[in-house]
């Protein structure tokens, strides 16, 4: 199987101090809608280690795919590592799959090419992300997936 065969673009992150305000400040300037919600993984690793971590994540969609602003609240994350090193800004793009096997399969394709896993996280019913680092661009790509049924309901809307 090929990673991206059966991937479709999700969305394009970026890594924030203050998701509230940087949406609303979006949300004026771009007129477009978020979604907020806390995420808590079920369980999670960072750097290969178990390490319990959450987040709170914005999502906009534009066109057929999102942007997302992340910002970490408790716990080591790249999201956390991102900012201490690198400020605000672009974190990673995201793919997300039809499946949960087609993800699985995708993660076991990427290391067996001996791709770096930098974080990986399972929300339960509601799906499983992993990032990997992609040293051929300099960037992270997120491997998702999502299950709609599962998912929860949106906390708070901003624009």
């Known amino acids: 199987m090929e990673i991206l065969s059966t991937a479709q673009l999700h969305h394009t992150a970026f890594v924030v101090n203050d998701l509230e305000k940087t949406a609303q400040q979006l949300a004026d300037s771009m007129g477009i809608q978020w979604g907020v919600w806390t995420v808590e993984p079920a369980s999670s690793t960072i750097h290969g280690q178990a390490a319990p971590f959450t987040f709170y994540v914005a999502l906009a969609q534009v066109g057929d795919a999102f942007y997302e602003i992340i910002q970490p609240l408790t716990g080591d994350s790249i999201y956390l590592e991102h900012l201490n090193s690198h400020g605000e800004g672009f974190h990673h793009t995201c793919v997300t799959y039809g499946s949960l096997e087609d993800l699985r399969q995708a993660r076991d394709d990427m290391l067996k090419q001996g791709r770096e896993m930098l974080q990986s996280a399972s929300m339960g019913e509601a ?33």
Request: hydrophobic residues 35%; negative net charge.
């Open 127 to 159: 799906g499983e992300f992993y990032y990997f680092a992609i040293p051929e661009t300099g960037s992270i790509l997120e491997v998702l997936y999502l299950d709609p049924e599962s998912f929860p309901p949106t906390e708070k809307t901003i624009g």
